[in-house]
């Protein structure tokens, strides 16, 4: 069935680094790819998003790459600060169907 | 525009009660989804709408019901709460179909406990 795996599950960096989070989808069909930051206590909401004709994607410290061959992307946040701690799902959706599949979940510690 | 608002935040269900969550959007929106989270399992869809008079299941729709009588409220109800419903809901809206690349609006979730 359509799955998207997520890792890590969990992602510690020193502040100021960078931090990388990665997804694989099985389904070849999807075509946009959202990723969202959930902070505690709140709602998931929508940081940045790319669509299969594009590779890269920007957005001040945080960029977003595909694969669409290797069926993976990615989440980069650089010069990490402590407001990016939060855990990050990663979506694809399913084309003709009213759904994504989101992954599992990365709980990202940025230290001080 | 307030978004997507969920009542309650927190609540605590004994095994076979009842209950209704709220949810409720002020963007106009067509589509509305039901969600569950739980530990290290991403997001579940329960049940979505895409618009008032129309709801379909989504991959978990066991023991629970929705109605969209309104384009503004899609609640959604638990008869006969079990241990296993134990999770954090959120509701989320979007203007048009995840397969037009719509960003979605969550809620800001409701944690419910059955013991």
């Known amino acids: 069935g359509e799955n998207v795996e997520q890792h890590p599950s969990t992602l510690s960096v020193q502040e100021g680094d960078s931090a990388v989070i990665k997804c694989t989808y099985s389904d070849s069909a999807s075509n946009y790819f959202p990723w969202y930051k959930q902070e505690l206590g709140k709602g998931p909401q929508l940081i940045i998003d790319?669509?299969?004709?594009?590779g890269e994607k920007k957005d001040q410290r945080i960029a977003v790459t595909l694969n669409k061959t290797a069926k993976h992307f990615s989440l980069h946040i650089t010069e990490t600060q402590p407001e990016d701690s939060a855990v990050y799902f990663c979506a694809a959706s399913i084309p003709g169907t009213y759904k994504y599949i989101f992954g599992t979940g990365t709980r990202l510690k940025v230290l001080a | 525009n307030a978004g997507v608002t969920q009542t309650p935040k927190f609540r605590i269900l004994k095994i076979g009660q009842s209950m209704t969550l709220q949810c409720t959007q002020d963007?106009?929106?067509?589509?509305m989804y039901w969600y569950r989270q739980d530990p290290g399992m991403g997001l579940k869809l329960i049940y979505y709408?895409?618009?008032?008079?129309?709801?379909d299941k989504g991959e978990v729709p066991n023991g629970y019901n929705v109605s969209r009588s309104t384009t503004e409220d899609f609640p959604l109800r638990l008869e006969l709460a079990a241990p296993s419903q134990t999770s954090v809901y959120f509701c989320a809206s979007s203007y048009s179909a995840p397969s037009t690349n719509e960003k979605l609006f969550f809620g800001s979730g409701t944690q419910l406990s059955v013991l």
């Open positions: 790319i669509r299969s004709n594009v």
């Open positions: 709408s895409v618009g008032a008079g129309i709801t």
């Open positions: 963007m106009n929106h067509n589509y």
